[in-house]
Structures are given as structure tokens and as C-alpha cells.
């Protein structure tokens, strides 16, 4: 089946610290890859995507690319914000599911002043 | 405004009762979907629907029903609520699949079965 796995948090930063937050998955086909972001009190808002290997999506400052040798999707943002502290979804679609996306079961991140 | 609305935002219900939290989305999207989301769970998907009149399961329906008469519209019926169905609610909108299926989401509804 599909699958993915996110890094477990929370993840709490400093404000223009670097952030990493892993994302691999497991599909059987070739997925289009999502990351969304939940603000507190809100729905999920797509952040960025990408539909085929190689492709990097980018999106506020955040970047992510698609590799499909190490079946991953890592999201990365060089300089972190307050504003950025929220809940991080990665996830997958393919084009034979129905439209139905698989999600990780997402990461917090917090960041300080 | 266009969007996907979700109501209501809060509800509090008794245990055994009938409820039904209402989706509404004004672009036309073919896809519609509910999920839920607990804390250690993420989000995990109840129903779907491709169009109207036509719906699906999910990975957890049980002790939900849902209906799609019109394409805007798309309701999720807990016939007899339980604790373990106290969650936020979400409802999400897509135009198509793999790369056309990025999730257009409401604002949730937080479900509490007392």
C-alpha cells in the first residue's frame, strides 16, 4: 500500500535557523508529492507540490524535491520565521487513487524569537 | 466568497445521537472528501466522493453515512455517535487526481461526543 513517513516532532527552532523536516513514502505507482501546513485553528493549506521525480517545489521561501532514488521529499527553509511555527503535512496522490491522498502524521514546529 | 465552508465550527452532542456536520464548496470541484484528525493519528480519511451521487469508503467509515445529491454539497451523518468519534473534521475539495489533486480544505469542525 502507500504510505508516509514524516520526521516526529515537535521541532522547535530559533527565529532565521535552518529547518529540515524529512518526508518518505512508499507508493505503488509514481505519485504526485504535497506538502501542506496547518495554522492553528485553521484548515490544511497546500504549501508547495511536486508531480514527477526531480521537480523541486517552492513555495514563501519554503523548497522540497522530488527524489525518487531515495523515495523522499524533504521540506527546507533556510531562514525560519515566527510566523512559520505551524503543523507540517507531507503527502502523496497518484493519478489511479481516485484522487485520494495518503498523509504523514505531520510535524509541529515551533519558532522562538 | 468562493471557498469550501464547513458548519458548524463547535459541536457538542450526546452519546447515541444523530448528527450531521454539513460541507459546502462554491468551485464546482468533482472530488470531495471527509477526514479526521486525532492527535497520533494525523488526518485518515472517512468517505470520498468522484461526483455526485457517487461515493466511497475510506480507511475508517464505520458509524459514518454520507450522501452527495448535488455537486456542492457534501454531508457526513454520524447515525449514532460514540465517544471514540469525538475528532476534528475536516472536509477537502480537489478538482482531479495525481497532480491535479491538490486538497482545497475547510476550516474543520470540532466534534465532541459526550
Known amino acids: 500500500g502507500n504510505s508516509v513517513t514524516q520526521m516526529e516532532g515537535p521541532v522547535t527552532l530559533s527565529e532565521e535557523a535552518f529547518l529540515t523536516i524529512n518526508c518518505t513514502y512508499t507508493?505503488?505507482?509514481?505519485?504526485?508529492l504535497f506538502w501542506y501546513v496547518q495554522y492553528p485553528g485553521e484548515g490544511l493549506q497546500l504549501l508547495l507540490k511536486?508531480?514527477?521525480?526531480?521537480d523541486k517545489g517552492s513555495n514563501k521561501g519554503f523548497e522540497a524535491t522530488y527524489r525518487k532514488e531515495t523515495t523522499s521529499f524533504h521540506l527546507e527553509k533556510g531562514s525560519v520565521q515566527v510566523s512559520d511555527s505551524a503543523v507540517y503535512f507531507c503527502?502523496?496522490?497518484?493519478?489511479?487513487?481516485?484522487?485520494?491522498?495518503?498523509f504523514g502524521d505531520g510535524t509541529t514546529l515551533t519558532v522562538k524569537p | 466568497d468562493a471557498g469550501i465552508t464547513q458548519s458548524p465550527r463547535y459541536k457538542i452532542t450526546e452519546t447515541g445521537r444523530q448528527v450531521t456536520l454539513m460541507c459546502h464548496q462554491t468551485w464546482s470541484h468533482s472530488y470531495m472528501f471527509w477526514y479526521r484528525q486525532d492527535l497520533g493519528h494525523g488526518l485518515r480519511l472517512i468517505y470520498y466522493?468522484?461526483?455526485?451521487?457517487?461515493?466511497d469508503k475510506g480507511e475508517v467509515p464505520d458509524g459514518y453515512v454520507v450522501s452527495r445529491s448535488k455537486t456542492e454539497n457534501f454531508p457526513l451523518t454520524l447515525e449514532s455517535a460514540t465517544r471514540s468519534q469525538t475528532s476534528v473534521y475536516f472536509c477537502?475539495?480537489?478538482?482531479?487526481?495525481?497532480?491535479?489533486?491538490?486538497?482545497?480544505f475547510g476550516n474543520g469542525t470540532r466534534l465532541t461526543v459526550t
Open positions: 507508493a505503488t505507482g509514481y505519485p504526485s
Open positions: 477537502a475539495s480537489s478538482t482531479g487526481t495525481g497532480e491535479n489533486s491538490p486538497l482545497h
Open positions: 503527502a502523496l496522490s497518484l493519478n489511479t487513487n481516485a484522487g485520494k491522498s495518503t
Open positions: 511536486a508531480t514527477k521525480a526531480d
Open positions: 466522493s468522484a461526483a455526485a451521487d457517487i461515493t
